[in-house]
């Protein structure tokens, strides 16, 4: 059904185009992360978040507000 609707259009290189653009994009992101980014202080300080949130939780259950 779609091979009909499809046959006589002359846009079937528009969703090629779309999906390596967003493959490109997407590996592209993924590379600046792990590549470009991985020994920044920001992530060692953002890997730390959870912890020291606990942290915090912890050392407040002693005290009653």
Do not use: C
Not at 19 to 46: E, I, K, N, P, Y
Request: glycine share 4%; no cysteine.
């Amino acid at each position: 059904m779609f091979q009909e609707a499809y046959r006589g259009s002359e846009l079937l290189h528009l969703p090629m185009f779309a999906l390596f653009l967003f493959l490109a994009v997407f590996v592209g992101t993924l590379l600046w992360l792990f590549v470009f980014q991985r020994h920044s202080d920001r992530f060692a300080r953002l890997a730390r978040i959870p912890l020291d949130a606990d942290a915090d939780v912890a050392s407040n259950r002693g005290t009653k507000e």
